[in-house]
């Protein structure tokens, strides 16, 4: 079914959109999100601010320790851009320049670890290089040290957000006129000098925008520092969650989070004005006159070669995580020495046993039980709230455009920051495990109104003028056009929240009770106790993650809208 | 019998309509002419009630309709994109007005049928809507709309996305169904042929006023205005100046193209502006002559459109040589 097939041509702006709303059914719809908004971000966001006010927070010793983590934070993000950028720009040529065979594989493949929850991408890596690792059992080396670097760190960035370099720069570059570089060559200039004069040049604003995104995600990201860095390398995220669980200072919590903040409002805005630089194209054609196969052999050799080593660094992490998990690597219980080999069921089995005396007070498979029943609250709430949002939104007026900013700010807020300001807003509450679906629902809105908005926009207006010429009352329009037609987009934004849900680790390992914990959670504690068992049982939870999220993508892919869900 | 009252609209600041009345009589096709812009569309929408006017009434029977909403006023609408929901199959979009009314299944099932039947698309029930060709799709548009019965039928430029042959075939069909069913209707377009062919009334919109009025035979025989016969393409438009009276209701009229006597109802006093209309037909004799240097000559299947180095254009049944200078009787019309 093809909606976009209906559009007339005749396209003045008022032909599309919801029925003209009156300005109060307009506040009327936006009562529910706006509430929530104030209740679940502005409030503690005001209470954070309020902290960092308070004497105790901008004490000469909170200032030294605040520049020195902020100081780290940048390195790292440097450290961690720059080598992105290294694969990133080559396997973006690739893609754009090159046709080979699996190529729509190896880019869904490079993209999968983006949409992957942290503590996967973690536990993969640990399941790999770790010090219970299959590479580490195969293949021994005294000195060889991966969990617990800045190495471990980087490299996890590089795996995450390659993507993002591959789709701007890509993208990019295949819509580049080649007949530009075919005219800068037969004026006389090496392929080099094309490159450096023409190319390049044409390709700095995505080249930019994509270095900021990066960037972005590497300043904030937590889950992966944490797991594979440690407290050592205590990035802004990272020491907040330290100075809220493990060494409780506040105020000082509070200071980063709002240094955190006000960095990651710059580079969204750094990023915005790249981005729309990078849309402007000026002979924009369609990629399949870029492409070519290889010629010489060198070329042939080079190209195989990337192309080996792209797809072993973005498979050998995802398939080391499910083969660990069947793979027994320890001593039997209650036996010291003599490590057996093997296939095994135990990890899996293991999670359905409440054991004493270990990490969890319950079964431990409860925690998809509880993850399940978090990602269904987090699914129905964010419908409920982004729906009316969406649907005045597809239809801007001043107090619309007023509001997308804010509404999107949670986006560019870390999720410990919204852990920290739920526990000082309701600590009272922290007993209720509500609190995890209302924080997962902040996370996740931004990204369902996004992906319901466009769809609802380009709906014809004249559908739903001609159902109230039929005598439809404007609840049967809604109930009658709008929702059918929008059953596929409602299932990929609730698909999105399902998976954001799942996988968010920074706000809920702050706010989960204990007897509730959630996957990621599970696995963070897991990978954080000692013995070989604990070790396992991570690996299977981990997969039973990937596998969860995996199947939530692919769902997402089949029925998304085109265009829909992006930034 | 469908009333408009000094209907005003303006949209963002610019008047759009000024004071709009007339009246659509039981079984009567009143079509709304005027060229994009006009603002003929928008009062189609104040009718239905899908947007309100800034001032004035519209009322049916008697009724003041102004606070009936759009879904309780019983008006059918054809759009010039059909506007066919995509989800819903052919008997679906057909049925959708008679599940808005509540009707039993049987009796929806009955006035579907009987819907497809009128517009010739029995057997078309299970398809799905975005399959059938563009005609297809508006002739389900109205059976949709007729399936409700009701009290009024409009039309926004139902034939403006189809080409010119499924256009005539359609229009005929439309005109028929209009005359067998009797529901009023009010036709908007832009193409005057397509007005002129399926009309009882004409009203032509400009500016934001309703500047003709009437029959379409009428309307073609008296413009009444330089800007009427301009957009009907009556012929030579041009001004002239009064010279004073020839007898009666004739007056003497002077222009670049010489000294008329031009017949003229209305009384006028030397040195008036009057626009003048000398249709391209001419005529065998009279006491009007225009003159001119032939510089182009198009065949056009019984006739010969030959323009003149003066700018006008004549219709002659023989054609003339290139460059040659011409003489040809006219009938000059004052257009006030």
Partial sequence: MEIGKQVSKRTSLSTFGPVSLSTPSRILLWLLPLSFFIVAFFYPLSRILILTLDADALTTGHILLASRVLLFTFYQATLSTLLTLLLGLPAAYLFARYDFRGKSLLRALTALPFMLPTVVVAAGFSALLGPRGLFTTFFPLPSFQFIGTLTAIIIAHVFYNTTIIIRLVGNALSSLDPRLEAAARSLGANPYRVLWHVTFPLLRPALLASLVLVFLFDFTSFGVVLLLGGSQFATLEVEIYLRVLRLPDLPLAALLSVIQLVCTILFSILYSRFATRSTIQTNPRSAQSNLRKTKTRREKIVVAAFIFLLTSFFILPLSALPIRSFFRLEADRGQRGGVQYGFTTDYYKELFINRRGSVFYVPPIRATGNSLAYAGGTVLLSLLLGFPAAFTLAQPTRLERILDPFIMLPLGSSAVMLGLGFILSYGAWLTSPLLVPFAHTLVALPFVIRTLQPAIASIPQRLRQAASSLGASPLEVWKNIDLPILRRATLAAGTFAFTISLGEFGATLLIARPEYPTIPVAIERFLSQPGGLNYGQAMAMATILMLLTVASILLIERVRIPGAGEF | ?336
Wanted: proline letters at 4%; glycine letters at 8%; aromatic letters at 8%.
């Fill in chain 2, 1 to 336: 019998m469908l009333e408009v009252h000094h209907v005003y609209k303006s949209y963002e600041g610019k008047p759009l309509l000024q004071d709009i009345s007339f009246k659509v009589e039981k079984g009567e096709t009143v079509c709304l002419l005027g060229a994009s812009g006009s603002g003929k569309s928008t009062l189609l929408r104040i009718i239905a009630g899908l947007e309100d006017a800034d001032s004035g009434s519209v009322s049916f029977d008697g009724h003041d309709l102004t606070a009936t909403p759009a879904h309780l006023r019983d008006f059918g609408l054809v759009f010039q994109d059909y506007a066919l929901f995509p989800h819903l199959s052919v008997s679906e979009n057909v049925a959708f007005g008679l599940k808005m009314r509540r009707l039993p299944q049987n009796e929806i099932s009955e006035r579907v049928a009987h819907s497809l039947e009128i517009v010739n698309l029995r057997g078309f029930e299970r398809r799905q809507v975005t399959d059938l060709s563009g005609g297809e799709q508006q002739r389900i548009a109205l059976a949709r709309a007729l399936a409700t019965r009701p009290r009024l039928l409009m039309f926004d430029e139902p034939l403006g996305a189809l080409d010119r042959t499924l256009r005539e075939d359609l229009l005929n069909q439309l005109r028929s169904i209009l005359h067998r069913t009797n529901i009023p209707a009010i036709y908007v377009t832009h193409d005057q042929e397509e007005a002129f062919a399926v009309a009882d009334r004409i009203l032509i919109l400009h500016g934001g006023k309703i500047v003709r009025d009437g029959a379409p035979a009428e309307v073609w025989a008296n413009a009444e205005s330089a800007f009427v016969a301009r957009f009907l393409g009556l012929g030579n438009v041009f001004k002239g100046e009064v010279r004073g009276k020839q007898d009666g209701e004739r007056w003497k009229v002077d222009s670049r193209f010489g000294m008329f006597i031009v017949p003229c109802a209305h009384s006028h006093t030397e040195g008036d502006p009057v626009q003048l209309l000398v249709r391209p037909n001419v005529v065998d004799e009279g006491s009007n002559i225009i003159q001119g240097i032939v510089t182009d000559v198009i065949f056009q299947q019984d006739r010969f459109k030959v323009s003149l180095d003066n700018g006008l254009y004549f219709y002659l049944s023989q054609a003339p040589k290139m460059g040659e200078r011409i003489e040809v009787f006219v009938k000059v019309e004052c257009l006030g």
